[in-house]
């Protein structure tokens, strides 16, 4: 199964979409890297590091990222890894957050789960 | 190299009030304490560094600032300084020349990294026209410090100019025009770097 990574500057924003994701899939590997060490906010290279190293498996591992230092942080820790199937998904973190792990607990390969999250961002919520 | 980080943690600390003032009008107000920090995080490494060629101590530096400062700022500086690291790696000493290639390096890694350019608003509006006067005058055959001044200058200038330009990276461009009128954090940490090193070397 593929792991997944919820980044945010905000440590309840992330644990927060863990949270959310669980109620819809209860045995998704998904786990939160959000804020700095203190729990301040920021993005933290080892919290990232750390979460993706626990949710890890040759399955690969998908990350999702709010904005800025969150995708730049991101980056880096995966060139840390190199060698290692980790992708970072471009999409909503709330709604990605919780399609992605519905997809991976059901089986979803990593390559496929890009595709997923488009059509999350694209599901309009209000009719008009 | 030792000394000038040391110093360059001094201004920023000294600076750190300001520069999040100026982040708090644009953006999330955090440029200045996360910059503290992390170079305060640097300066607890510096003293096991004595000894070691400039390559390493940068290389540190930038490792240190990326798992530190914990905002934008830290992936940039940090990439910045590993890049400039690995361009001095093995050197004891810094010629013109070598300051020249570090800087090429570290804008490198910063335009990789925020996959930004000038006119952005950004530290890259302070960066790049240093770099272009540093190395007209090195090339010129001017010394390192009077070169490095007129970088200082056009650094200073750099941090003027983002005052009248929109944000449209970062943080700052979710207010768009509004961005327009504040002076750009980044460059203006970016300038004081410069003008640290300026007066230490």
Do not use: W
Not at chain 2, 58 to 81: N, R
């Amino acid at each position: 199964m593929v792991g997944v990574v919820i980044v945010s500057h905000s440590q309840t924003l992330a644990e927060g979409v863990v949270e959310l994701a669980k109620l819809m899939a209860s045995d998704a590997k998904i786990v939160a890297a959000g804020g700095l060490d203190d729990g301040s906010p920021g993005t933290s290279f080892e919290k990232i590091y750390n979460a993706v190293e626990e949710v890890y498996s040759d399955d690969g591992v998908a990350v999702l990222m709010d904005m800025g230092s969150a995708v730049m942080t991101t980056e880096m820790v995966i060139e840390a890894m190199e060698g290692r199937k980790i992708l970072m998904l471009d999409g909503p973190v709330v709604e990605g957050g919780v399609v992605v792990a519905l997809e991976a607990s059901l089986g979803t390969p990593l390559e496929e789960l890009q595709e997923k999250v488009d059509e999350a961002r694209d599901t309009k919520k209000l009719d008009n | 190299m030792i000394d000038i980080l040391k110093a360059i943690a001094a201004k920023i600390d000294e600076e750190k009030d300001y520069l999040t003032e100026l982040d708090n009008e644009i953006a999330d107000g955090d440029h200045g304490v996360n910059m503290a920090k992390g170079f305060g995080a640097v300066v607890a490494k510096l003293d096991g560094l004595a000894g070691k060629d400039i390559g390493s101590i940068l290389k540190t530096t930038g490792m240190t600032l990326v798992s530190t400062v914990g905002g934008s700022a830290g992936p940039l500086y940090g990439t910045a300084f590993m890049k400039a690291g690995a361009k001095l790696a093995g050197k004891n000493e810094m010629d013109g020349k070598d300051l020249v290639d570090a800087m090429e390096a570290a804008i490198g890694g910063i335009q990789m990294r925020g996959k930004a350019t000038t006119g952005e608003k950004t530290m890259l509006d302070a960066l790049c026209p240093a770099y272009d006067a540093l190395k007209a005058g090195i090339e010129a055959g001017e010394d390192m410090k009077d070169a490095l001044a007129k970088a200082v200058k056009a650094a200073e200038d750099g941090v003027e100019y983002t005052k009248t330009i929109k944000a449209t990276k970062g943080r700052a461009s979710y207010i768009g025009d509004r961005s327009i009128g504040h002076q750009d954090p980044g460059a203006t940490s970016a300038f004081y770097m410069l003008e640290t090193l300026l007066a230490n070397i």
